[in-house]
């Protein structure tokens, strides 16, 4: 087999074999194909794309690079979530616990990351002596007996997709729906979860920027799901504002803890029973969507998410008293108030801009090496379609330097308020 001739076949629009494509991709990760003909094949299924098949073989591929987590030993069906990524997404923090509360086995590995606050990890590490250091053995132990554990990221999971993802990035090939689905699906699936809700998200802050762009993605990653064995669902959900009210690490755990009370934002609510019902739907534990929603329900009303929370920090050696006493996270030296400066409806708060406000104060990584700074963020106390007067507070800011100009001149131009505006649609679509 030659590298050329699946590059010009692709080239001319024709299929690549499950052989063709294996071919490539063991190649490419041992380092015997070079970076100029894969990113040749990339611009080739940029071009002209890839059917559902191959896009499953291509993730299936990528999976068999290297490592896979066996969750074989964990009873029950393993449900995964993963977010396209979005500003201020405290869901993770949220369903955990919630889905673990209904008896779901929650086993979560996750990562730091880069972006505008911490990955779920650096979240959790704001409560006091949590720790995600973990072994395999204690993270399948606590997931038997207590239904939920996150560990930090172990292993060498889909080298390929690294590898891949690293040259589209410089090659122009990073926007392709086969590309971007089979890299998603990769690396859920090397992660060993049985079945896997996504959020997509679409909007200013989100990597697919109109909703026609999330609907195509979430359908192809549905479908590669579906078809290499994991039950695979999708909500497709606005992310033109950020989500919930906080933007940051404490701030944001703080958040996940009123949500889990029954007394967060509304629609970080409502988005996390839309996910969690799907949860709670494939894991078995409900015969419709409307019967998990219920489920989902009850375990708030009767306090028992919120135990499962405390319970989950308790196992990682974690502060579980930090539930009742949020005085014990992280704080900010200062807090800053941002004044409306005139009448009106708030009628846009750029995601990715109020994202970006919220890493000036140090709340997320720029580099693999910045420090986060656990205590600072964003408090939103208006969002799309709030009416505000002059001089009302429009954000809480949350620092540890007493200078913010910077801050404040950035969400200034990101807060747009007008004659008259409304609250944008947080679930534009269910993808199954
Ligand atoms: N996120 C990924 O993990 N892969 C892509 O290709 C794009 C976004
Ligand atoms: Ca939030």
Known sequence: ????????????????????????????????????????????IFFQDMNDRERADLTMAMVHSGETIDLSGIEGVKVDKHSTGGVGDTTTLVLAPLVAALDIPVAKMSGRGLGHTGGTIDKLESIQGFDVEITKEQFLHLVNEHKIAVIGQTGNLTPADKKLYALRDVTGTVNSI?????????????????????????????????????????????????????????????????LGEAIGNALEVQEAIDTLRGKGPKDLEELCLALGRQMVFLAGKASSLEEAEEKLKEVIANGKALEKFKEFIANQGGDPS???????????????????RKSGKVAELVADEIGTAAMLLGAGRATKESQIDLAVGLMLNKKIGDAVEPGESLVTIYANRENVDDVIQKLYESIVIADDAVAPVLVHDIVT
Request: aromatic share 4%; hydrophobic share 45%.
């Open 322 to 340: 930090v539930v009742d006493h949020p005085e014990k996270l992280p704080q900010a030296k200062f807090k800053i108030e941002l004044p409306a």
């Open 178 to 242: 086969p590309l971007i689905a089979s890299s998603i699906m990769s690396k859920k699936i090397a992660a060993g979860s049985d079945a896997i809700v996504l959020d997509v998200k679409t909007g200013a802050g989100a990597f697919m920027k109109t909703t026609e762009d999330a609907k195509e993605l979430a359908h192809a990653m549905v479908s590669i799901g579906n078809n290499v064995g994991r039950k695979t669902m999708a909500v497709i959900s606005d992310m033109s504002q950020p």
């Open 1 to 44: 087999m030659r590298m050329v001739d699946l590059i010009a076949r692709k080239r001319d629009g024709k299929e690549l074999t499950t052989e063709e494509i294996n071919f490539f991709i063991q190649g490419y990760t041992k380092g015997d194909i070079p970076d100029y003909q894969v990113s040749a094949l990339a611009m080739a």
